[in-house]
């Protein structure tokens, strides 16, 4: 049972990236998703969260309009796109899973954790 972020990188202020979180060992859908990030010398920051099958989205407040989490069941991944990205954007981004959950938004909700993938916003 394993979590895996990718999909960072370095990318110029106003632009997009992509992450990606895959599964291995279990079914995603079957599990609430969060994303989360954190800066050099910051606490870990929610990010957003899509609930299991098919559930809502939330998203922090300043990442709204800007951030989409969706699913691939196919592909047993879920997708974080981030367009129109800030400096302050700059973290490693975190996925977690917790089965059956929805609407999750503190760090203590989710039980499986992928390794972090970092993104830096910088012209």
């Known amino acids: 049972v394993q979590l895996q972020a990718s999909g960072g990188g370095l990318v110029q202020p106003g632009g997009s990236l992509r992450l990606s979180c895959a599964a291995s060992g279990f079914t995603l859908d079957d599990y609430a998703i969060g994303w989360f990030r954190q800066a050099p010398g910051k606490e870990r920051e929610f990010v957003g969260n899509?609930?299991?099958?098919?559930?809502?989205?939330v998203y922090a407040d300043d990442v709204k309009g800007r951030f989409t989490i969706s699913r691939d069941n196919a592909k047993n991944t879920v997708s974080l796109q981030m367009n129109s990205l800030k400096p302050e954007d700059t973290a490693v981004y975190y996925c977690?899973?917790?089965?059956?959950?929805?609407?999750?938004?503190?760090?203590?909700?989710?039980?499986?954790w992928g390794q972090g993938t970092q993104v830096t916003v910088s012209s």
């Open positions: 899509l609930g299991w099958s098919g559930g809502s989205t």
């Open positions: 977690a899973a917790r089965m059956y959950g929805s609407r999750l938004t503190k760090s203590s909700s989710y039980n499986l």
